[in-house]
């Protein structure tokens, strides 16, 4: 007893001690594992940590005049105003990648009256610019021990005023809150420049952590530079010192300028492109879950009830489901067919993904599949095919949503089954009407009779279907408060001298305070196979009507699309609902009127450069003008929604600009209303301006376009490549 009682203690004694020291080994293990967090915790600070991004008086990254070679992340917009004497100076810049910087800045030459208006009404002198920064290398991109090295063009689209290139690099110290500068430069800015900013309690928690203390050498030629301001050549130091501060979106700055003034400037930044909204989506409804229902059809269920359970539950989910059929299979079980119309969201990932949990939740348990096809502007878009089984493991969880879509990736719509092949088990008729009011601005840049011209009122739009398959779309419009009465629709100093398509626009806004902007009816179909055709015919917009057709090529899944458009319109009278059979042309003896039959025909070629979210248009045809020619057009669509695109046309029309003959170019931008709201939408808002209103390369507005819609109804802000 006593030998075995021994054993039985010393194995338990070795078992403790054994349990002892594996808890230690544990314990040990638990603190390693936390330092190394800790250590990866620092060592990611690291990498992150970054000063400021400051703003020079143009709104370029830079100090005060000078710029730097750092810039923003991809998406940041920012606007500003800097009073630099003898300057004022307004400036708007976009962030259009990580390495790309672009900014639109315009000068007002304060006190020096403009040669040829400027007692007309248009007041001092003004330069608009555009300035663009590439920078090759920064220290994100894996390379910190190295500088960031940009270079800059400034002024190189407009009048050359303030032309300039540069090379610059700046090295960031942040263990020592501390930047540095150094860069040379030809034309305006020349010679050798640099700058310093200190942000010494940026890791602070009072006011002060916002303050940067900057110093820059300005080799801006004010002395020789022949577009200089006669005020401001003098140069007592080329030293400008000053403070930056921010707080929250705002920066201001304050700086001595050439040693004998001093300046200011107050901008907005915010990056619009990575935004998820400026307020949360508190309105939209949680991804449903339940009730779960997937009693078979049958006696206890009838197939009316189930139509009815999907339509209530994707009206919630923010769809309409506008058909339903029971269908029969070869392998004796049926299937579901139904078409459905996205009201709310933006992106295709996000409609699926709801859709999926609906059916998956309602779908009978005797079917064997479910078709969804999505329609969008009355035309069938695409659509997905799930199995039973498939949805139902969905449901238990046993496949994930990057699974369920390689399983069930979209597909071409099919057509619909006639009562011949299925049963209608549930049927709604697009709605008839659907009025919108919202406020409508019209703004003109330059006019010899002030540097901004702008017009505000409404407008009431009315859109829907006439007999269930024809969309129409109406809009009036109201303007409440002009500045456009004393506007010529003549350039005095560079008048259009082809025929006249766009010049005459400001006609249509002097001639009326109500106006019928737009009333036309549109059919499109799903022609099958990737084809789209649609016709369409009525007011188009306020200067043109007519009739159009277009055809497309647009396969799911396909990054590209080709198609041809031809419309034949009439010129839009002034005032009423008329047209004119004449158009007006300026002649040598004089404005003179020609018969004009408008005729635009294009083929287009769209691709979608997926990787960078880039998408381009290439149109070869005939405008408005008869002239011929090729526009090309570019755009960056960001995770928001925002998408900033640039257009220039090459024709053969002869049209001369400051003695250079001029092609149609400029920019636009759009973005999701939804941004501003605390729910999902798909309406967008968007803004577009030329560089000059010319009637070289014009095209008119021949309704809604195949492309976009079939585009916005696909559209993923990360896309998934199947």
């Not at 002395?223 to 140069?235: D, L, T």
């Not at 029969?328 to 299937?335: F, I, K, M, Q, R």
């Not at 009423?576 to 300026?586: E, M, N, P, S, V």
Request: charged share 20%; hydrophobic share 40%; net charge positive.
């Amino acid at each position: 007893m006593r030998k075995t009682f021994f054993c039985i203690a010393v194995s338990s004694s070795l078992s403790f001690t054994a349990l002892f020291a594996q808890d230690l080994s544990y314990q040990d293990r638990a603190e390693q594992l936390f330092r190394d967090l800790e250590t990866v915790r620092k060592v990611d600070c690291m990498i992150c940590d970054s000063l400021p991004v400051l703003y020079n008086y143009q709104g370029m990254g830079g100090y005060f005049t000078m710029p730097s070679a750092r810039m923003p992340k991809a998406g940041m917009i920012g606007a500003g105003y800097s009073s630099l004497p003898p300057y004022n100076v307004w400036n708007l810049s976009f962030q259009f990648f990580d390495h790309v910087e672009a900014v639109g800045t315009y000068w007002v030459y304060r006190g020096v009256t403009e040669g040829n208006f400027g007692h007309q009404g248009f007041g001092d002198d003004a330069d608009r610019s555009a300035n663009l920064k590439v920078c090759l290398l920064r220290q994100e991109d894996g390379f910190p021990w190295l500088p960031d090295i940009s270079l800059g063009w400034v002024d190189f689209l407009g009048s050359g005023r303030f032309n300039s290139f540069f090379a610059v690099a700046t090295e960031e110290l942040p263990q020592f809150n501390l930047e540095a500068t150094l860069g040379w430069g030809k034309g305006r800015l020349q010679g050798f420049f640099g700058g310093v900013a200190w942000t010494p309690w940026r890791m602070s928690c009072h006011f002060l952590r916002g303050l940067t203390l900057a110093a820059e050498y300005d080799a801006n030629n004010y002395k020789k530079h022949p577009a200089e301001h006669p005020k401001g050549r003098k140069v007592r130091s080329r030293i400008n010192a000053g403070a930056f501060y921010r707080i929250g979106l705002l920066q201001a700055s304050l700086s001595s300028i050439r040693g004998t003034d001093w300046a200011a400037s107050l901008s907005m930044h915010y990056n619009l492109g990575e935004s998820k909204g400026i307020v949360p989506k508190t309105l939209d409804p949680p991804i449903y879950k339940a009730p779960i229902d997937t009693e078979p059809v049958g006696r206890l269920r009838s197939g009316e009830e189930m139509a009815r359970d999907l339509a209530y539950a994707l009206k919630e989910q923010g769809f309409d489901l506008y058909t339903a059929y029971l269908v029969p299979t070869p392998e004796g079980l049926d299937s579901l067919w139904m078409k459905i119309v996205n009201v709310r969201y933006r992106e295709e990932e996000v409609v699926r993904e709801r859709i999926q949990h609906v059916l998956a939740s309602l779908s009978p348990s005797n079917l064997s599949g479910v078709t969804a096809v999505l329609e969008a502007d009355g035309v069938p878009i695409q659509e997905y095919r799930f199995r039973m089984i498939d949805l139902a493991r969905y449901r238990e969880g046993c496949l994930g949503d990057n699974e369920f879509r390689v399983i069930a990736p979209p597909k071409e719509a099919s057509s619909g089954p006639s009562c011949y092949e299925g049963k209608l088990l549930y049927q709604r008729r697009r709605p008839i009407w659907l009025v919108t009011f919202r406020p409508r601005t019209l703004s003109y840049f330059g006019s010899s009779k002030g540097k901004f011209k702008g017009q505000f009122g409404f407008s009431l739009g009315s859109e829907g279907y006439l007999f269930n398959e024809i969309y129409y779309a109406s809009q009036i419009s109201l303007t409440l408060l002009s500045m456009l009465q004393d506007i010529t629709s003549l350039d005095v100093l560079n008048p259009s001298r082809i025929i006249n398509v766009r010049t005459d626009a400001i006609l249509y806004h002097q001639a009326h305070s109500f106006h019928v902007d737009t009333a036309f009816l549109q059919r499109s179909w799903n022609l099958g196979r990737g084809w789209f055709t649609r016709a369409a015919g009525g007011y188009f917009e306020t200067a043109y009507g007519g009739l159009a057709w277009e055809a497309l090529y647009y396969p799911v899944q396909c990054h590209w699309a080709i198609g041809f458009e031809a419309a034949v319109v009439w010129k839009r009278k002034y005032y009423g609902l008329g047209f004119y059979d004449k158009i007006r042309k300026l002649a040598p003896n004089g404005l003179i009127w020609v018969p004009y039959t408008g005729l635009q025909y294009f083929v287009d070629f769209y691709y979608d450069y997926k990787p960078l979210a880039l998408d381009f248009k290439f149109s070869v045809g005939q405008f408005l003008a008869r002239d011929k020619g090729v526009r090309l057009e570019g755009g960056r669509t960001f995770p928001s929604g925002l998408r900033v695109g640039l257009w220039y046309t090459f024709t053969n029309a002869n049209d001369v600009v400051n003695n250079n003959r001029y092609y149609d170019k400029g920019f636009s931008i759009t973005m999701p209303l939804d941004l501003f709201m605390n729910q999902s939408s798909r309406t967008r808002i968007g803004y577009g301006m030329s560089a000059w209103l010319r009637d070289c390369g014009a095209k008119a507005m021949t309704g809604k376009e195949l492309y976009h819609t079939i585009y916005y109804e696909r559209y993923n802000s990360h896309p998934i490549f199947y």
